[in-house]
């Protein structure tokens, strides 16, 4: 009989930190019934501070950029305390802070998509380096793994190929890839037009204005789905998901929002009845329409319901989760 794993204990610098700084006890006690959570309870905790009082928000996350026990969770507090920075009008600091996320190495692909976005326009340089970053697993296969991208990954890809065009840069082979698969019309189209296509597959008004469903694959479920090219990343399948759910809530507001959990022999076999390509997403899309509204579940959930994914974690502590950008 195989033991249950023991969540790591939390590093001693980061509690002796954290206690120091006075935080309200639920935060603490939160820390202290679900330690492997840490980085997200912390940044969340960050998050509310820093509506009333930025002082008490920006404590925190210098002991986040210290001690967090992941990198990732560093890297997020530290483009989260930039930003407190330069609100305040302390744009030196601000700059060293985006600077070191910067360096040759040291960038995470989740931060990686968040500064490509923001960089885009004001400086694409800077956007093409972290689009690089954030598309390097995508970058290292043929370029014909565009055609099976996931949302986010096609997202950063077509990004990628926006800013190189701009930059006066030739397409290379990925981004031929990434014109192809946009097909609302010549050029290269925006994230929203993206994510529209990729995850809807036909427009809000074809569809009579109904409810979008957005569909993952169950977790038991990941490792075939990544065997047979169902998705590329299955470590961050249901996170993509939660982005491009984001994304529709903010750029479709007023559009009720679904997710629904398939199978890949569910996909498979609905794609060769209909002869589609069960890799592209709206292949699963395009299956959801005939669901019992029943299957369906309205996103997002409450912040302390369970998640949507099936992780068995709060929706706050999981995809809900501030790292999830």
Request: proline content about 7%; glycine content about 8%; overall charge negative.
């Amino acid at each position: 009989m195989t033991e249950s794993a023991t969540p790591a204990p939390l590093p001693p610098e980061l509690v002796t930190a954290v206690l120091d700084l006075d935080l309200p006890q639920r935060h603490v006690d939160a820390m202290a019934a679900a330690p492997e959570t840490v980085g997200d309870i912390l940044l969340e905790a960050a998050g509310e501070l820093r509506e009333h009082d930025a002082a008490s928000a920006e404590a925190l996350l210098q002991v986040l950029r210290e001690h967090a026990p992941q990198e990732d969770h560093r890297q997020y507090a530290a483009h989260m305390l930039s930003q407190i920075l330069r609100s305040d009008g302390r744009t030196e600091e601000a700059d060293r802070l985006i600077g070191d996320l910067l360096r040759p190495g040291a960038l995470g692909r989740g931060m990686a998509a968040v500064l490509a976005e923001e960089y885009a326009e004001s400086a694409p340089e800077t956007a093409l380096y972290c689009y690089n970053v954030a598309c390097r697993s995508i970058l290292a296969q043929p370029a014909q793994i565009v055609r099976q991208l996931d949302p986010l990954g096609l997202v950063l890809l077509t990004g990628r190929a926006r800013v190189r065009e701009r930059l006066g840069l030739a397409p290379d082979a990925h981004d031929e890839q990434a014109r192809a698969a946009d097909e609302s019309g010549p050029g290269i189209g925006t994230e929203t037009d993206m994510l529209e296509q990729a995850l809807h597959g036909a427009s809000q008004e074809e569809e009579g204005g109904g409810p979008a469903v957005y569909v993952a694959y169950a977790r038991e479920h990941l490792d075939e789905a990544r065997a047979h090219g169902l998705v590329t990343d299955a470590h961050t399948h249901h996170h993509d998901v939660e982005r491009a759910l984001r994304a529709a809530a903010r750029d479709t507001p007023g559009v009720p929002l679904h997710t629904a959990t398939a199978t890949p022999d569910q996909i498979t076999a609905f794609a060769m009845a209909a002869d589609l390509d069960p890799a592209d997403p709206a292949t699963r899309e395009r299956w959801a329409q005939a669901l019992d509204p029943g299957a369906l579940q309205p996103w997002p959930p409450e912040r302390n319901q369970a998640c949507w994914c099936g992780a068995g974690r709060k929706y706050k502590k999981c995809c809900g989760s501030p790292t999830v950008r």
